[in-house]
């Protein structure tokens, strides 16, 4: 039996389990099962790990695991270090443990589909996820200004974009990291000059319960492209799968 999980503090609303458990069903694959391991703290997991050698053949990381697991780690990938996250686990055949992010690859993936070409960025919000939007945008040459409700030398504050809704206007990629708008919160929206949007406009929200959030149907209104984040959830999930079989 091959034996994947998810490790993370609350998981009762894991996405993965489900989404795992019902591809090996789907998909017919034999001898394996994914199991929720809950952890206290980080310092439980060579714990986990003794505790399931023989099996244990892949892992995700979730929140708040996704930067202190890699302090256990014999290898980073390279966008994993530069984003300073990591969301799977290999066990390499040398027995060693080697970290990816895989939400990077499931971003990616999830914008290729749109044409970009001369496209620049909007990236409303700074914390965790974020940091892979930036490194996916960086490396597919899509200029990007980051948006906060703190304003810095390296971000805008969402006053700004009000008071010169020509940035907004000029930005025709806008992706939202904050949480605003997920269920059961739907009216939440960032502040932003929604009249600016077009039919130019592509927007990108990484929540994906509702279906359309209330900036994405601002999008809509406009006669922009819009996606959710669920492509970007079941991305994420394959490339973990890839990788753990790879
Ligand atoms: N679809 C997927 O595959 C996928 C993958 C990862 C995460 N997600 C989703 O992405 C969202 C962000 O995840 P995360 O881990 O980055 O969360 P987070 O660290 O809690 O929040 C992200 C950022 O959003 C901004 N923010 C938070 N509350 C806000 C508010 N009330 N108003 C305006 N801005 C606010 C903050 O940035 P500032 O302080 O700079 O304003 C914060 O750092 C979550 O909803 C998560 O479920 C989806």
């Known amino acids: 039996m091959k034996l994947f999980g998810l490790i993370g503090r609350t ?3 894991s996405f ?19 199991e929720l391991f809950e952890l206290n703290d980080i310092s439980e997991f060579p714990q986990l790990i003794a505790q399931h050698k023989d099996t244990l053949s892949g892992l995700n990381v ?3 695991y996704k930067l202190d697991v890699m302090q256990y ?32 690859y499931g971003f990616r993936s999830s914008i290729e589909t ?12 700074t914390g965790g996820a974020s940091k892979a939007i930036e ?9 990007y200004q980051m948006v906060s409700r703190t304003a810095s030398d390296k971000t805008l504050s969402y006053e700004t974009l009000l008071d010169f809704p020509a940035i907004v206007r000029e930005h025709h990629l806008i992706i ?28 990108f929200d990484l929540v994906y319960n509702p279906e359309v959030t209330a900036f994405l149907q601002k999008g809509l209104d406009a006669g922009a492209k819009i996606k959710n984040g669920y492509t970007m959830l079941v991305g994420q999930a394959e490339k973990s799968w890839e990788i753990w079989n790879s």
Request: proline fraction near 7%; charge should be negative; hydrophobic fraction near 30%.
């Open 176 to 203: 939202n990291t904050t949480p605003l708008g997920t269920y059961p919160d739907v009216e939440g929206k960032a502040n932003l000059p929604y009249e600016e949007l077009s039919a130019d406009h592509c927007l």
């Open 114 to 125: 749109w044409d970009l070409t001369g496209k620049k960025a909007l990236v409303l919000g």
């Open 16 to 34: 993965s389990k489900n989404y795992f458990t019902q591809k090996y069903k789907t998909e017919k694959i034999p001898g394996c099962q994914y």
């Open 73 to 104: 780690l014999d290898e980073i990938d390279s966008h994993a270090e530069a984003i300073q996250a990591v969301n799977t686990v290999k066990f390499t055949p040398e027995g060693k443990l080697k970290g990816y992010n895989t939400d990077y």
């Open 11 to 13: 998981l009762k609303h």
């Open 62 to 64: 979730t929140i708040p």
């Open 135 to 143: 490194k996916a945008l960086s490396d597919l040459g899509i200029p």
